[in-house]
């Protein structure tokens, strides 16, 4: 079976009444911000809070009575996992998901929350898949693949059908690539309504397959990604080769340009997304000059960030925009010093948060003390007019931002 705007439009009839036909938003802060016109689909808030609920729907309907009876088992450590578990319940039909040893245990929670019998083995999706088709074989069970799948390809390409039904006048649409079946499914159902549109793929500079094999640049794979819905090893056949004839450009982004794209769709959109999502804002502001003069959507494709990871990221966001910044003195050990920095900080507007008083380390002076003072203020520039008051009340400091 090929990958066909027919097969998408059919498909998208059958997922329709129980999918979301999430919104598309204009993005108005990040849009100013830009220069021109950003639209947000928001699987985020699809069933599973990711868009691989449509593809798993998709091709659970496709199943016959005795497939249904006989299950259904997939190999997934995220998003997949949680859309097969979640409509294969819904269905009545039995599921069975095999995660890698050391899935986060709020995703293997989910996954089982939602009626899956999960499966933990191998270290990652290649050497957890070939132990699912074993499996699969032995128990007679249906293998749904996460990209490798005409009909799943073609439950993904129905966001393409929404977005241009939303905002027929989207220029270009920007999609994260992991295995190739989101941007599969949009490249097919998006060229055959508008045949000029412009399609282009963001990947993670971790795991840049299909940006290697579209540009002749050096394959970078291994390593840790805050984008781990898209760290595939390689992309299908089928769906490369679809990428190669539909797809305008590929463009890969680095581990603390997606960071700030995640924390941009939180700050400025109040969106949570996952780290794919924040690969493709992470393309859309590398690519900004060219797309000037363009409305351009961009597939928000999940909201699965681990709450600790956020939490973290959030925190290095600040400090980042000078939210909080860390301020080190070295003060002679004498009682008053912590009040009047105190006061001088208080008096400029700021809040200290934090202070760590030590003297005993050996890196300072007998008769000195360092003294660390975390604040919160209003930007680096207002930290910058704080730093400035401090010395010139005769504090000797230093900062963890090198632009102050």
């Known amino acids: 079976m090929a990958l066909t705007p027919s097969l998408i439009q059919s498909t998208y009839t059958a997922i329709q009444s129980a999918t979301v036909q999430t919104p598309l938003v204009h993005a108005a802060r990040l849009s100013m911000q830009l220069g021109f016109d950003l639209y947000l689909k928001l699987e985020n808030l699809q069933h599973t809070n990711a868009f691989k609920a449509r593809g798993a729907l998709a091709k659970l309907l496709t199943l016959d009575a005795e497939e249904r009876k006989a299950g259904v088992i997939a190999c997934s ?10 409509h294969a ?4 039909i039995p599921s069975v998901i095999v995660m890698p040893e050391g899935t986060p245990f709020n995703k293997v929670k989910r996954t089982g929350d939602f009626g899956a019998e999960v499966v933990l083995h191998g270290k990652g999706f290649d050497e957890s898949v070939q132990f699912t088709l074993n499996m ?4 007679g069970m249906v293998f749904i693949h996460p990209f490798d799948d005409p009909v799943v390809a073609a439950g993904q390409g129905s966001i393409a059908l929404e977005m241009l039904s939303q905002e027929p006048g989207l220029d270009s649409i920007v999609v994260p690539i992991g295995g190739g079946g989101l941007i599969a499914g949009i490249a ?9 549109i412009e399609i282009i793929g963001a990947q993670a500079e971790a795991f840049n397959a299909v940006d290697a094999h579209m540009s002749g640049v050096q394959v970078s794979i291994g390593g840790s990604t805050l984008a781990e819905g898209i760290a595939v090893r390689e992309p299908s056949e089928a769906n490369l080769a679809i990428i190669r004839q539909s797809v305008d450009h590929v463009v890969s982004v680095s581990e603390a340009e997606i960071e700030e794209a995640v924390f941009d769709l939180l700050s400025h959109e109040k969106l949570v997304a996952e780290g794919a999502a924040g690969a493709g804002l992470a393309v859309i502001r590398k690519k900004a000059t060219d797309l000037q003069g363009k409305k351009v959507g961009l597939v928000v494709c999940g909201g699965n960030i681990d709450s600790r990871l956020l939490s973290t990221l959030i925190l290095r966001g600040l400090v980042r925009d000078g939210r909080i910044t860390r301020l080190t003195f070295e003060i002679d050990d004498t009682p008053g010093q912590l009040s009047e920095i105190s006061r001088i900080i208080g008096d400029a507007g700021a809040n200290v948060i934090e ?3 030590q ?8 008769k000195q003390a360092e003294l660390e003072v975390v604040i919160e203020a209003r930007d680096l520039q207002h930290v910058t007019a704080i730093v400035g008051r401090l010395r010139d009340a005769g504090y000797k400091l230093r900062t963890d931002n090198d632009l102050i």
């Open 77 to 86: 450590a995220g998003n997949h996992a949680q859309g097969v578990a979640y």
């Open 136 to 139: 699969a074989r032995d128990k």
């Open 359 to 366: 003297r005993m380390m050996q890196t300072v002076a007998l």
């Open 355 to 357: 202070v760590i008083h």
């Open 89 to 92: 319940t819904r269905l009545g």
């Open 188 to 196: 097919v159902a998006a060229k055959a309504l508008k045949p000029e």
